[in-house]
């Protein structure tokens, strides 16, 4: 039997289209990365995992992948992460200002943690957050809710999609 190591990697991204932050949950070799006493983020080189490039650094979080709401009418995930002020501060504006997160989950090489597949990528929409004193959980939802939100108008023409009906009525021949 052989240990298969995966490394979930996220990518918190504004309304603009920037990249606030990535990070990753499998490569923490300095203990005081997470708070300096400053109450922000300290980014140590030791603490880097590259994805397609870029650095994500270590934040210690679970990802619970997609399931169907009660409702059956959005797709809910969630991160959770410990409770401290820097991931409070951030889980609070991520909401707020409803960025969307890009979730990679990586089958990683058991020492080196280095990326060998690409097993998954998700995007959602910060949706909402709860807390209790230990943890810290985001709700993440897809991108079009059903109930909550509108999807992008689009108006079907003849250009886009070729010959339309105009009539309801449809014989088969």
Not at 25 to 33: C, E, L, Q, T, Y
Not at 128 to 143: A, K, W
Request: charged share 20%; with cysteine.
């Amino acid at each position: 039997m052989s240990t298969v190591t995966l490394v979930g990697f996220i990518e918190i991204i504004d309304k603009d289209g920037n990249s606030q932050d990535r990070y990753q949950n499998g490569k923490r070799d300095n203990s005081n990365a997470l708070d300096d006493g400053s109450g922000s983020y300290v980014k140590e080189t030791e603490n880097i995992i590259q994805l397609n490039g870029k650095d994500h650094y270590y934040l210690p979080f679970l990802y619970q992948g997609a399931a169907k709401n009660r409702a059956g009418d959005n797709l809910e995930a969630a991160l959770v992460l410990a409770n401290n002020p820097l991931a409070m501060n951030r889980a609070i504006e991520a909401v707020r200002e409803k960025w969307t997160i890009e979730v990679t989950v990586c089958k990683v090489h058991p020492t080196t943690l280095a990326v060998q597949k690409t097993l998954t990528t998700e995007t959602w929409l910060a949706a909402s957050m709860s807390y209790d004193p230990t943890t810290i959980e985001v709700l993440l939802s897809s991108g079009i809710d059903a109930v909550g939100s509108n999807a992008p108008g689009r108006v079907l023409t003849s250009k886009l999609c070729g010959h339309l009906p105009t009539t309801g009525q449809i014989r088969n021949v």
